[in-house]
């Protein structure tokens, strides 16, 4: 690297000289090492962030049963305000960085636009976290009011509400009064001027929505700790009848009518389902990191002034937009389904395509076989033939069917059938009656 760039008799500062505000100076001049650590780590930061929100989106959209969930709403809507974030940072946080007052004045209106947008969105995903923690507490606590109080229509009227919240708290900073404003030097956000009162919308609404999510989430982790150990005594209480009737019937031999005599023993209310327990724990964790951003913005710049601790502050929000796709990706089996599909497509099918082959290519050597059986026997049936299927058509490319018949001709036949909607069944008929009948999937 060089020791300095331009020319430093001309200007009391390298931010002023228009030859160290270039590419090549941010790549080779000294003076510009920390902007281009700055701006390499952000730019992986925000591109991962940027990525990953959008698989999260094409994911849900690919899926009906997320689409149709209304918990997923929630998690689309905070993708999207993640992902205008990470615009935003990109196309003006980073040149600001790299560029200083080449690309933006401090006070330009660009400026105050920008930062106007990224606060517009930071809002609407913190009032979309508290409402994440107000949907989970109502289906894990009061699961039998969640359809009514998160039906389609009031879903959606509570997700544009936080927008429109979120507008409302964000609107000040257009106003000279309560501007925030993006200092590329000390690389992080502040007020302008420094003692207005917006600081304290800001805190307000953050804290307000920090002891929501806290109250939720404790009640939610009561409730689910009061559902295990019911559930603990539910079984023990179960396994000690069964012991005991065990240990009874041994004696007064064996007497199914009294093997579970005695008052019945239901199993505890308001089970919470496992689908359930991973949407809190993704919510749950998304939440800890914001609390960890926010707080980290309000005592870090009490501790220390350096422009390296505002580098960790700021980076903690770029961070804060990566993480949530990362969580759900993570705990969502579902989701991690439909992105392998969409990313691993052409393998996938490949696959299936080579097993429909070779299901076709037994199908045809068995149809063969017979053909040359029935030939050899010259015998007909002409009685009545009676077929049992079982199994079920989950599969989406069809599945395999083994069954028995009864029927006057011992021959054995193989077909492929359309049955229910599924695209390949296997029809294999066997002469003995009283042979279970299985299915797989093909």
């Known amino acids: 690297m060089n020791e300095t760039c331009g020319n430093r008799s001309r200007f009391a500062a390298w931010r002023e000289d228009p030859d160290c505000l270039t590419v090549w100076a941010l790549l080779t001049a000294e003076e510009r090492r920390d902007d281009l650590i700055a701006v390499s780590i952000w730019s992986v930061m925000l591109s991962f962030a940027l990525i990953s929100n959008i698989l999260i989106l094409i994911g849900i959209a690919r899926s009906s049963t997320m689409r149709s969930a209304t918990s997923y709403w929630f998690i ?6 993640d992902i205008v974030m990470a615009i935003i940072s990109i196309v003006h946080l980073l040149p600001a960085t790299a ?106 609404v953050n804290s307000l929505t920090l002891l929501l999510m806290i109250f939720s989430y404790a009640i939610i982790i009561f409730k689910v700790r009061e559902s295990g150990r019911a559930m603990a005594k539910y079984q023990l209480t179960i396994r000690t009848r069964q012991a005991n009737a065990m240990m009874n019937s041994s004696d007064n031999g064996c007497n199914r009518g009294q093997l579970f005599s005695g008052p019945s023993v239901r199993p505890p209310r308001s089970q919470v389902s496992k689908k359930e327990m991973r949407l809190f724990v993704q919510f749950f964790v998304v939440s800890i990191v914001f609390l960890m951003t926010w707080s980290t913005w309000q005592w870090l710049p009490q501790v220390s002034e350096s422009k390296w601790a505002y580098f960790i502050m700021t980076s903690l929000f770029f961070i804060n ?6 969580v759900y990706l993570l705990f969502n089996t579902q989701l991690r389904r439909e992105l392998h599909y969409l990313l691993c497509r052409h393998r996938v099918i490949s696959e299936n395509k080579k097993r429909r082959t070779l299901i076709f290519n037994n199908a045809n050597g068995d149809q063969n076989g017979v053909s ?3 030939d ?16 079920s058509t989950n599969s989406r490319r069809g599945f395999f069917v083994r069954t028995s018949i009864c029927s006057t001709s011992s021959a054995t036949s193989s077909a492929f059938l359309n049955y229910n909607g599924a695209k390949h069944v296997i029809v294999e008929h066997h002469d003995e009656c009283d042979n279970e009948s299985s299915v797989s999937a093909v």
């Open 99 to 204: 560029f200083h007052s080449q690309y933006v004045d401090k006070l330009a209106w660009r400026n105050i636009i920008m930062l106007f947008f990224y606060d517009l969105f930071w809002y609407t995903g913190v009032l979309q976290l508290g409402l994440m923690a107000c949907n989970r507490f109502v289906s894990i606590v009061y699961p039998m009011e969640y359809k009514w109080m998160f039906s389609r229509g009031r879903s959606l009227a509570i997700i544009f509400f936080g927008y429109f919240l979120g507008f409302l708290v964000s609107l000040p900073t257009l106003f000279p009064c309560c501007h925030t404003l993006w200092d590329s030097t000390n690389y992080v956000t502040v007020y302008e001027p420094a003692d207005t009162w917006y600081k304290y919308v800001d805190m307000s």
């Open 321 to 326: 937009n990566s993480v949530n796709p990362t």
């Open 376 to 391: 050899q026997s010259g015998e007909e049936s002409n009685g009545r033939t009676n077929v049992k299927v079982m199994g």
């Open 372 to 374: 040359q059986h029935n």
């Open 76 to 81: 689309i809507s905070l993708a999207i305000c």
